[in-house]
């Protein structure tokens, strides 16, 4: 086994049995989505240091946020505006070299997406987000 994925392995949003990289990432990104529809605030900032390194960034082209009380508070917000939507994976994560990217929607659970678009992450050499560019595909207009 390489350091690397020694590496991987023991990152707290991975589990043992994730070893590759590509496993890793789509662990990491699980978490991600799970911290974006969790209003708990306990369970979501565990979500959060799951998934982020404590010196995490977020940035898209409506809100950024730095550190994991950063996203909180971000996460918070987004829920706060928009009660009831969840954030859904779309696509498949594609990952290498300590990238990754996927395809997203929001909007109700049971409905349409409102909101749509891809987000590219750096991942941290323990596997957690480094830093999250969203790009937005689909937006309501206003």
């Known amino acids: 086994m390489s350091d690397r994925t020694a590496t991987i392995s023991a990152s707290p949003a991975l589990s043992a049995a994730e070893a590759s990289p590509a496993a890793a990432a789509e662990a990491t990104v699980a978490a991600y989505v799970s911290s974006w529809n969790e209003t708990d605030p306990a369970r979501r900032q565990a979500a959060i240091a799951r998934a982020w390194a404590a010196s995490g960034s977020y940035r898209d082209p409506l809100m950024t946020s730095d ?23 779309v696509s498949a994560v594609e990952a290498h070299n300590g990238s990754a990217r996927f395809s997203w929607s929001l909007g109700p659970a049971s409905g ?9 992450c750096a991942l941290a050499p323990d596997g957690r987000l480094a830093s999250v560019v969203g790009f937005i595909d689909k937006m309501p207009a206003g």
């Open 67 to 89: 550190g994991h009380p950063g996203i909180d508070a971000m996460l918070a917000a987004v829920q706060a505006r928009f009660p009831g939507f969840v954030l859904k994976r």
């Open 112 to 120: 349409p997406a409102v909101v749509e678009g891809v987000d590219f």
